[in-house]
Each structure stands twice: as structure tokens, then as C-alpha cells.
């Protein structure tokens, strides 16, 4: 790379929940969490996650809000064979396209399931909207599927999981979003005056504060997050020697 | 009450996260599923859940949104005194009304903190919008708010939760939002069929179908959800009856 390069950019993404599960608290989602870490991997930045029910609806007005305003869509949920896995026929609706039988799907099925078993139920899951690619399904059953900025992939965390892993590589990511911690054994509101400004001289970088008991006493992680290395690594460095100048003792996790 | 009794109605809600470290992969959410089965306990209907970042634009554009769409709003995070705690500023802000000093939470600190700690940092976390009322907070540090349909809680999830139980009470909620989960030995795509004609017939009951692998081998929940308990109990016995006749084993868990 010469000087001249420019800088890529960071590309931006919303993660969507699908699912009634979620929301009526049934199930604790653990996906948002796992696309969120290789989305910073990436180099991708998630500004917005959402949860919303199984309402078609709701599903096509989100998505075309979202797709809009962020360069990668994400969805979870709602790919099944029962009657609530509405996101394949919403997606369409939403792209203004036809639902199709896709070949290479109902091929795969055809393999997998014995003779007989393969129903009007289970091949639901072998239409995608017209113009969709598919997305790979590592650990069992139909693959998910992309149309334009929008990845649409299962519920069930393993292969949710398994489906993000086998498409994150295409992402067009900018620099890996990179993170510095420091530990502090002094609560927030010691430290709050002097971080504001380290912030207020670090603007590429987003430095949080998260309060912590876990070791049974007032702790505080100190977490900058940008994309240059050296900017962190001297922001973590003003951030360790404000904690000693207030008596602290800071724990540089990097 | 009599025959000429009105339904309760159920009350809508929605939860909003306010946090880079949840978008950032940082920190797993589990306030959303603490709070979503505590809503539906209350008889209020959680419709949907956003996780946005400390931008102090996006969650005065999204709380306006939000506040008018649904009944009940929860926000949890950004309460603290750092510069990332920016939440209670941007509530006054969607709220069109000033931050103002609240000699309450402001004499509750004096009385915690030992002389000369009570700065001016922590003292942010005494501000709180004009005509707020207090949230208590049973665990440690500063109270919450409400301010018009709006609770604004911390992120800490031994806080929040406590913050939230706090109020639960006095929300008005309907009927509480019942449960009902048949587990069944067979895969989702064989049930698919039948369970779709029974969802069907029971217009006011939403049947959702969640595949698991947990024991090693496809099994499906099928979690029945509304108001009227004979409803649910006759739906349930739909649905055992229907694994039956395919040859599975039903297990009514209620």
C-alpha cells in the first residue's frame, strides 16, 4: 500500500431478529452477540439491531427501512416448514419479487430426505425470492439465502452461526474494528471527569465506560475501539496513567 | 366482574437498548429476556426490541418514534456518570423539555457518598428530565425515570432487572399472556401440516413451532400463546392429538 491508497471505508449493518420467541422472552437470543464479534472482525460496523414478530407486515416494512439505511442486513428466524416461517415469502414481498422453487435446493432435499418424507411442508423451505443466492447451510437442513444487501439466515443459533461463518468472508469489510481494555479498581464516577477528556482528544475512537461488580467489588472497563492500532494503544496508555494519577491500579487487557 | 365487564385490553411495548457494547459484540445482552417475561407475566404485549448506539440523534429520533407507536417504553443503559452515559440528556431532548437537577436523587448521594466524592460527575447522574418521577433502583447507585410512557433504566442487568421489577406493578397491564408448550419427538416439517390447520382455528392463539437438537435428536416445541386458558388447553390437546396420529410421543409440559 502506497500513501496514495485511500482508506476504506466502514461499511455499516442492522441485524434483525425474527421471531415471537424472542419477544415474548421464551428464548434468549445468542446470535445478535456472535454476528455483532465478526461483523468488528470484518470490519463491518452493526449500528442497529432489531427484534421484531413473526407479522409479515412488520417483516417487509423493517427490512425496506433497513436495506435502505445500512450497506448489510442481517436476519435470523422465521426459515422453517410450519406456518409461522413467514421471513422467505416476507423478504420477496419486500424486494417486490416472485417466490420461486429453487432447483438446487429441492436437489438437496430430494438427497436428504427418504422417499415420501419430502412434503408440501418441508419443500415451503426450498423457495427463495427470485433473484436470490444461497447461503450456505453447514450443520443440517435447507441452505439460507441473499438478495441484494440482505442475508437471510436461520433462527436456531448453530446454524444461524454455522450460516453467518460460510458468508462473512464476502463481506466487502473495511479495517477489523479493534479493541484495547483497560481494567480499573476504581468505580466510574472517580475517573468519569479525566476520561471525558481523553475522549474529547481521541475522536476516531470510542472509548466506553462499563461498570463491573463481578469480583464482588466496583470495577470499571475502560474500552476504546477504533481502527488504528497506534491511536489506541497511546489512548489506553492515557487511560492507564489517569487510573494511576487517581490512585488506581489499571490492567492493561489489551 | 359481570358479563358487562369490557376486556382489558393488552398494552404494547417496546424495549430499547442504548449501548455500543451490545453492538459492538462486547457485552451479551439479557436484560431484553428478563424484561420481555416479565411483560408478558403483567399481561403487556413486548413488540418489539431495538439496539442502538450512544448517538445522541439516534435515540432521540428513535425514543419519538417509539414512544408513539406503543404503549410502554423500556430503555435500559447509559445512565451512569462517563461521557458515553448520554441517555437521560437525550430523553429531555426527545421530550422537548430541559435536564434539571433532582434534589431527591441529589440528597440520596450526599447521604452515599463520604465527603468530597459527590462530584461533578457523578452529580449528572442527579439530572433528570423536568416532570420525570423516579424509578427506584433496589440494588445500588442512582434511581431510574419515567417521564410520559417512557422508563428509563440502567444497564447493569442486576440493576435494570431490579429497576424493572420495581415498577412492574404499576403498569397497566391486561390479561397476563399465557403459555402453553407441547414437546414432541418428531421434526417440525413432519407436523408442519397439521399444525398449520390448527393455527388456523384458533385465530386468537399464536402457535409457535421452535426445532431443538438439545437431546441429541430433532424434537420440536410447540409453544402455544394467549388469554383464555380453556383456549390454550384445547389447543395443546389439538396438537398432542395430531403428534399421536403421525407416531410421535407428546409431552405436555403446560
Known sequence: MTDDTPPRKTPTA?????????LSGRTQDINLNYIAKGLAERGVRLKEARVIPDICDVIVETVNEVRAQYDYVFTTGGIG????????????????VKLVLNEEIR?????????GQLNEARLRMAHTPEGATL???????PPGFRIGNVFVMAG?????????????????GGPPILARTV??????????????????????IDIGSYPTFARGKPET??????????????????????????????????
Open 135 to 141: 447461503v450456505p447451510n453447514p450443520i443440517s437442513g
Open 107 to 115: 436437489a438437496m432435499m430430494l438427497s436428504r430426505y427418504p422417499q
Open 221 to 254: 472497563n475502560l474500552v476504546s475501539r477504533g481502527l488504528d492500532r497506534d491511536r489506541l494503544d497511546r489512548a489506553a496508555a492515557e487511560i492507564s496513567a489517569l487510573i494511576r494519577e487517581l490512585g488506581g491500579d489499571p490492567i492493561d487487557i489489551a
Open 14 to 22: 442492522c441485524v434483525l431478529i425474527i421471531g415471537n420467541e424472542i
Open 156 to 172: 436456531v443459533p448453530r446454524i444461524a452461526q454455522g450460516m453467518f461463518d460460510a458468508i462473512k468472508h464476502t463481506l466487502a
Open 81 to 96: 416448514p410450519t406456518h409461522d416461517d413467514i421471513t422467505a415469502e416476507c423478504i420477496a414481498k419486500a424486494f417486490g
Open 183 to 204: 481494567l480499573c479498581n476504581l468505580p466510574e464516577g472517580t475517573i468519569a471527569k479525566g476520561l471525558g477528556e481523553i475522549q474529547s482528544r481521541y475522536a476516531d
